[in-house]
C-alpha cells in the first residue's frame, strides 16, 4: 500500500417515517442492496491496491469508513456514494 493512505468516514442520517413510506422505502432499499454488491465488487477487481470497507452501528446510527491510497481514494469514495440513497 502506498504510504499515504487517508480515512473517511460517511455518517448515514437516520429518516423517521409512516408505515406505508417505510415499506415501500425498504423495497427500494432491497432492490438497492443487489446495486451494491455489484459496485463492490468492481471496485474489488479495478483496485489492486489494498483498501479497507467498514461499517459501524451504535445505537441504531450507521456510519461507513473506508481507508486508501490517495490514488484510490477518490475512485472508492464516487463508488459509495452512488450507492447511498438520496
Given at each position: 500500500m502506498s504510504s499515504?493512505?487517508?480515512?473517511?468516514?460517511?455518517?448515514?442520517?437516520?429518516?423517521?417515517?409512516?408505515d406505508a413510506t417505510g415499506h415501500w422505502i425498504a423495497m427500494q432499499k432491497i432492490r438497492k442492496a443487489g446495486e451494491m454488491r455489484e459496485s463492490l465488487q468492481?471496485?474489488?477487481?479495478?483496485?489492486?491496491?489494498?483498501?479497507?470497507?467498514?461499517?459501524?452501528?451504535?445505537?441504531?446510527?450507521?456510519?461507513?469508513?473506508f481507508t486508501a491510497s490517495e490514488e484510490h481514494i477518490g475512485q472508492i469514495a464516487s463508488a459509495i456514494y452512488t450507492m447511498i440513497p438520496s
Open positions: 499515504q493512505v487517508k480515512t473517511y468516514r460517511i455518517f448515514l442520517a437516520r429518516e423517521v417515517h409512516s468492481v471496485i474489488w477487481e479495478q483496485i489492486s491496491d489494498i483498501f479497507a470497507l467498514e461499517v459501524y452501528s451504535y445505537k441504531q446510527h450507521i456510519e461507513l469508513c
